[in-house]
């Protein structure tokens, strides 16, 4: 049996300000897993994000990768099976990415991919958030651009963007965006077990 590729939950690390990203339990092999397939996860969710916020413009992700081949292989490949429509969400390209590395690195995500898919997507919350905070935008008028742009709340929930809105406005300077997004992703994909039971009921 793989090992189990976990992270921590979403109510913890942002009640920190998200001020680490998700860290996951177990052994050192365990660890280095969870990083490089984290790692990833993200590289495609970013490349997927960019890719289809630009009208599917390549010269507005492939300058960002900073020469690196494997990544730039990495995004043509990812940005051909878009335009295959084999990907339609960058989240969904995260979790492809992601099911892939734990398979090669013989762990187990500990979710079903269409939760991961989903969970990925959420991270719209924090990068529009982040976006906003960063072109100086308060906060409640942050919110409800973001709640007016991300429309369905069974896909991104009032109390989710409120959530993160605390975690992004908060702090005196603007919070790492990566460290966010790490946070939502994680913290949805293995909620910590008082989020489950609340759920469930």
């Given at each position: 049996?793989?090992?189990?590729m976990r992270?921590?939950g979403?109510?913890a690390?942002?009640?920190?300000?998200?001020?680490?990203?998700?860290?996951?339990?177990?052994?050192?092999a365990?660890?280095?897993?969870?990083?490089?397939?984290d790692?990833r996860?993200?590289?495609a969710l970013?490349?997927?994000r960019?890719y289809?916020?630009?009208?599917?413009?390549?010269q507005?992700?492939?300058p960002?990768?900073?020469?690196?081949?494997?990544?730039e292989?990495?995004a043509?490949?990812?940005?051909?099976r878009i335009?295959?429509?084999?990907?339609?969400?960058p989240?969904?390209?995260?979790?492809?990415?992601?099911?892939?590395?734990?398979a090669?690195?013989?762990?187990t995500?500990?979710?079903?991919r269409?939760?991961?898919?989903?969970?990925?997507?959420?991270?719209?919350?924090?990068?529009?958030?982040?976006l906003?905070?960063?072109?100086?935008v308060?906060?409640?008028?942050?919110?409800?651009?973001?709640?007016?742009?991300?429309k369905?709340?069974?896909?991104?929930?009032t109390?989710?963007?409120?959530?993160v809105?605390?975690?992004?406005?908060a702090?005196?300077?603007?919070?790492?965006?990566q460290r966010l997004?790490?946070?939502?992703a994680?913290?949805?994909?293995?909620p910590?077990?008082?989020?489950?039971?609340?759920?469930s009921?």
């Open positions: 049996m793989g090992r189990a992270g921590a979403l109510a690390a942002l009640a920190l300000g998200a001020a680490a990203h998700a860290q996951p339990a177990g052994d050192s365990s660890r280095e897993a969870f990083r490089i397939c790692a996860a993200f590289l970013n490349i997927a960019n289809l916020m630009t009208d599917r413009n390549r507005a992700v492939i960002h990768l900073g020469g690196d081949a494997a990544a292989a990495q043509e490949a990812l940005m051909q335009d295959d429509g084999a990907i339609r969400t989240g969904d390209a995260a979790a492809d990415a992601l099911f892939q590395c734990a090669e690195q013989k762990v995500v500990g979710a079903p269409q939760r991961v898919s989903l969970c990925f997507t959420r991270t719209d919350v924090p990068f529009f958030l982040h906003e905070r960063s072109n100086k308060v906060r409640q008028q942050a919110v409800s651009r973001v709640q007016a742009r991300l369905s709340r069974e896909l991104y929930p109390a989710l963007i409120n959530q809105a605390e975690a992004v406005y702090p005196p300077q603007l919070p790492d965006v997004m790490g946070a939502v994680w913290g949805c994909i293995h910590p077990p008082s989020a489950s039971s609340a759920a009921r």
